[in-house]
């Protein structure tokens, strides 16, 4: 199998774990507000995920395809950002701890700015972008951890669908963070994964994080942390 054929795989292993947990998220969005926008989230993976799939069907140019791809890459980070951004928001008890999120509302759009300004090509900005996003989303989440042990609730941990959904969260970026840091650093001087290998990883770690989601939710639905 080559590169190409396996990360295909891995984009529709990740795409047809986004609709499930869309649906799921959907019906939970009433249920609790943290809930309210995440299955947007997963919608948006799947919209970009078939988008960039059609893309790559058509005789374009290779470099007009990936700036294509790169713009509807930027809409999902963007997505992607504000639609965990709520849920956080909404979840932390802290107050200090929302205050520091209600800090990124102000700053994240400056750096979306600061990655489109003439001169800089968005095809390498977009990954400046998303290691920025991916490290101020893990602060959020280990917020959540430490809030446990200082707010415990009745509630245990493995029966809550916010457990998942940050333990998902989590392990997404904090397993390819380190992989997107070393891409210009290690891989492509010394070699050992190509950028097809580093996107096809992204991809099952997108996957993995959408199933951790739906564990959560199909914890007990009248049990809300």
């Known amino acids: 199998m080559t590169d190409r054929a396996f990360y295909t795989l891995t984009q529709l292993f990740s795409t047809s774990c986004g609709v499930i947990v869309s649906i799921s998220v959907y019906k939970l969005r009433n249920v609790g507000v943290q809930y309210k926008y995440l299955y947007i989230y997963p919608i ?4 970009q995920n078939i988008f960039a799939l059609i893309i790559n069907s058509t005789f374009l140019h290779a470099d007009k395809k990936a700036s294509i791809i790169s713009i509807s890459i ?25 205050k520091i999120l209600s800090f990124y509302r102000v700053l994240y759009p400056i750096l979306v700015l600061a990655c489109w300004m003439p001169g800089i090509n968005p095809n390498t900005s977009k990954y400046l972008l998303y290691l920025i996003q991916g490290g101020l989303l893990l602060v959020p989440c280990t917020f959540f951890v430490l809030e446990q042990f200082k707010y415990p609730t009745q509630t245990e941990a493995l029966k809550s669908p916010s457990f998942w959904i940050t333990v998902g969260i989590s ?6 963070l380190p992989l997107f840091i070393m891409k210009d650093f290690v891989f492509h001087p010394f070699g050992g994964i190509t950028d097809v290998g580093i996107h096809s990883i992204n991809q099952l770690c997108y996957g993995i994080m959408f199933l951790l989601m739906l564990k959560g939710f199909k914890c007990n639905n009248q049990v809300i942390s």
């Open 171 to 176: 392990f997404y970026f904090a397993c390819t």
């Open 74 to 98: 930027y809409a999902f980070l963007i997505i992607e950002f504000y639609s965990l951004y709520y849920y956080f928001v909404k979840s932390l008890k802290y107050n200090k701890s929302r």
């Open 44 to 47: 948006a993976s799947f919209l």
